[in-house]
């Protein structure tokens, strides 16, 4: 089935494919997409299909899922409460793009590399290569933003006792930088999940497996330190653009892990 997909221009397979569902999406009861980010979420989709093929998408497409899944836990109580997502946890634009624009890079390098477009001089040449370390990135930015989607939510939700992570001083759910127990468990086990799509699709390796989750943790606290410190003091600071910084330094400590093992045992 695969290479029957493979065989095809894929640029009329993502248009016709994302077009489809994409159609479904618009015209579902539950609302997972404004009309803006219907559109932005095909370009986006496009773009992971050509560069990455399903294997990409499979990816992209978990996260999505899931996370409009786990936004939609307790939404009564979370709306009642004044903490739940805006839009009834609908995404827009600049939902996609907070969350996607870390992976949609990596996916262009890669795609880069693969058109022949971006040549890496044999004497310059990495190990791991840099392809491989564009897909880890790719994988572990979503691993991070699924992670931190499923840690909030969960949290707001079912959190018992939530602390602010700079000062461990117990906060209402729904706080910027609060951190619970079930948050944090349910999206170490979110990280985990994504990840072995990303092994099971042939993008990484079972250790990198391993980095995902690890950059995943280290990115989602920090993002969590980020809300605490800085996020209150300037404007500019969005949930989007913080979603951004995360899901960039979950893709980069990745790399850094990975070469890091290298290294070593090297």
């Keep these: 089935m695969s290479s029957l997909i493979d065989s095809v221009n894929p640029w009329l397979v993502a248009v016709g494919l994302n077009t489809i569902l994409l159609g ?39 996260y999505f899922l899931v996370g409009s899944g786990v936004t939609r836990i307790g939404m009564a109580q979370k709306e009642a ?44 040449s990495l190990v791991p290569s840099l392809q491989s370390l ?49 948050g944090t468990l349910a999206g170490i086990v979110a990280s985990v999940a994504i990840a072995f799509v990303g092994w099971g699709v042939g993008l990484i390796d079972l250790l990198g497996v391993v980095w995902c989750v690890l950059a995943a943790f280290i990115a989602t606290n920090l993002e969590s330190v980020i809300g605490a410190t800085l996020q209150s003091k300037y404007t500019w600071l969005t949930n989007e653009v913080v979603n951004i910084f995360n899901t960039l330094i979950g893709a980069i400590a990745s790399v850094l892990l990975v070469w890091t093992w290298v290294n070593i045992i090297n």
Aim: hydrophobic share 50%; aromatic share 10%.
């Design 81 to 124: 409460e004044g903490i739940a997502e805006k839009r009834s946890g609908a995404r827009g634009p600049e939902n996609v793009w907070g969350s996607a624009l870390t992976g949609a890079l990596c996916a262009l390098g890669v795609g880069l590399i693969n058109s022949g477009f971006l040549v890496i001089p044999s004497s310059q």
């Design 24 to 62: 479904l999406a618009a015209i579902a009861p539950k609302k997972l997409l404004t009309p803006a980010g219907l559109f932005h979420a095909w370009l986006l989709a496009i773009l992971i299909w050509v560069t990455l093929g399903w294997q990409g998408y499979a990816v992209v497409m978990f």
């Design 134 to 182: 564009l897909l880890l990135g790719y994988v572990a930015s979503f691993s991070t933003k699924l992670a931190d989607t499923t840690a909030s939510e969960v949290g707001k939700a079912y959190g018992k006792s939530t602390f602010l992570i700079t000062t461990f001083q117990p906060v209402p759910r729904g706080t910027e930088g609060a951190v619970s127990l079930e």
